[in-house]
């Protein structure tokens, strides 16, 4: 079965800065996507960025960028230049595309709080 | 476009009583998921709908949970008898085909069980 783990329950970072926040995942498949979803405290879930498995080249969206290594199982989240409205939490998830269901599977989430 | 809607937006209830969620897809989503969201962790798929079949309910306790997609468009979430663990926010979700890619989330109705 596929799991998500983020390590990071809570980040801090300066308004203004750079942060990297940090999922692994395990699976045995070789086709499937990741993505990073950002959940406000208002909890509407929204994408951020997505990233095919069978890329290599890492996905960019604006200030988002991830570094993903596939053989590492390791998918991080780069925001950059962070903004107040950054603060929220981060959810990594793991989409199976071999399977029948396309079964989403989510990480527990990394808050991240963004200092003035 | 209109999002995703839900209702309602937070319920409190007795362990043993009975609820209802509703959700209303976007225009047009063949897809709809229901997730269960307990405090501090992540989205959990309960059901996953594809028009008015069933594609996964393998994590949906069907002792206690059910759910039902009628006409392939709106669907209710139901439990009975509650729970104290049921507590969580219920998120429903939508996307346009099972393949694609981006799922549309609702706002999510928080269920407080006493």
């Known amino acids: 079965a596929q799991t998500v783990t983020q390590s990071q329950p809570e980040m801090s970072v300066q308004e203004a800065e750079t942060v990297t926040l940090s999922c692994t995942y395990d699976?045995?498949?070789?086709?499937?996507?990741l993505f990073w979803y950002k959940q406000p405290p208002s909890r509407q879930m929204i994408l951020v960025i997505r990233?095919?498995?069978?890329?290599?080249q890492n996905a960019t969206e604006n200030r988002f960028s991830v570094n993903f290594q596939k053989a590492a199982k390791s998918f991080s989240l780069k925001i950059s230049d962070s903004q107040l409205g950054d603060a929220a939490m981060y959810f990594c998830?793991?989409?199976?595309?071999?399977?029948?269901?396309?079964?989403?599977?989510f990480g527990t989430g990394t808050r991240l709080k963004v200092l003035a | 476009e209109a999002g995703v809607a839900q209702s309602p937006r937070y319920k409190i209830i007795e362990k043993r009583q009975s609820v209802a969620f509703w959700c209303n897809p976007i225009?047009?989503?063949?897809?709809l998921y229901w997730y269960q969201q307990i405090l501090g962790q992540g989205p959990k798929l309960l059901i996953q709908?594809?028009?008015?079949?069933?594609?996964?309910d393998s994590q949906l306790p069907k002792d206690r949970f059910s759910a039902e997609r009628l006409k392939g468009v709106d669907s209710t979430l139901k439990i009975q008898p509650a729970k104290l663990e049921d507590s969580a926010v219920y998120l429903c979700?939508?996307?346009?085909?099972?393949?694609?890619?981006?799922?549309?989330f609702g706002p999510g109705t928080r269920l407080t069980v006493t």
């Open positions: 979700a939508s996307s346009l085909r099972q393949i694609s890619y981006e799922q549309y």
């Open positions: 699976t045995s498949e070789s086709d499937y996507y």
């Open positions: 990233q095919e498995a069978y890329k290599q």
């Open positions: 998830a793991y989409r199976s595309l071999t399977s029948g269901t396309y079964k989403y599977i």
């Open positions: 225009s047009g989503h063949a897809t």
């Open positions: 709908f594809q028009n008015n079949g069933v594609v996964d």
